[in-house]
């Protein structure tokens, strides 16, 4: 298993623009996670989907969106981009439905909002 | 609101040498508490969680509800634990970490 994947690795997006993110778990995780890391900052809690229903949320504007699929992948999505969305973007999963049951990280989506 | 602490943005010490990295929370319930590591060039991991009372790669880390605090701990530092560490606190579906302590263990 190659772990969680993310994609793409990198992208640049323009102000007021839209992007979406995406993220394959784990074989056999159905909780995935999305975080976050601005530059110098620890990750901030995005969302939590299990079994394809949210379960949590953190303090985000509601331009953040995200789903999971039946095949317990996610998108996490983000309209009328902002210049302060730059930041490299973290899915994780897990098999439980606790968001701290342990977490597996992935490579992450760096993006730059120009 | 919750809130994890690490007052250390960097931290350098000597192979061989003690090390202790701080992490302080504010928050009234009963904390869930977790390290992370990231080292070079991998993924962000977990290190260790309070509940497990375990110790990970010589670390351990014991959560003082009197001082909210839950310091990583290491006797003995080797060069493979220069990394990222972050503290993270869990609650109610919602995952704070702090902003990080650079370690590196010099030779």
């Known amino acids: 298993d190659a772990g969680v994947t993310q994609s793409p690795t990198h992208l640049i997006k323009t102000r007021g623009q839209h992007v979406t993110l995406r993220c394959s778990p784990i074989?056999?995780?159905?909780?995935v996670s999305w975080y976050q890391q601005v530059l110098g900052q620890g990750p901030q809690f995005i969302f939590q989907?299990?079994?394809?229903?949210?379960?949590g949320r953190g303090n985000f504007p509601d331009r953040f969106s995200a789903r999971q699929f039946p095949n317990y992948s996610s998108e996490l999505n983000v309209n009328a981009l902002l210049l302060g969305d730059s930041a490299l973007y973290l899915c994780?999963?897990?098999?439980?439905?606790?968001?701290?049951?342990?977490?597996?990280f992935g490579p992450g989506t760096r993006l730059t909002v120009t | 609101a919750q809130r994890v602490t690490q007052p250390e943005k960097l931290l350098s010490v000597f192979k061989g040498a003690p090390v202790e990295l701080k992490c302080n929370y504010s928050?009234?319930?009963?904390?869930?508490l977790f390290w992370y590591v990231q080292y070079s060039r991998q993924r962000l991991q977990l290190l260790l969680r309070?509940?497990s009372r375990e110790s990970i790669k010589g670390f351990t880390a014991d959560l003082n509800k009197g001082e909210t605090s839950f310091h990583l701990k290491k006797p003995f530092a080797q060069e493979e634990d220069s990394a990222m560490y972050y503290c993270?606190?869990?609650?109610?579906?919602?995952?704070?970490f702090g902003a990080g302590t650079r370690l590196t263990v010099k030779p």
């Open positions: 989907y299990y079994e394809k229903e949210e379960r």
């Open positions: 074989s056999g995780h159905k909780s």
């Open positions: 994780a999963s897990s098999q439980g439905g606790v968001l701290h049951y342990e977490q597996y």
């Open positions: 928050y009234s319930g009963s904390p869930e």
């Open positions: 309070h509940i």
């Open positions: 993270a606190l869990y609650n109610n579906n919602d995952m704070r």
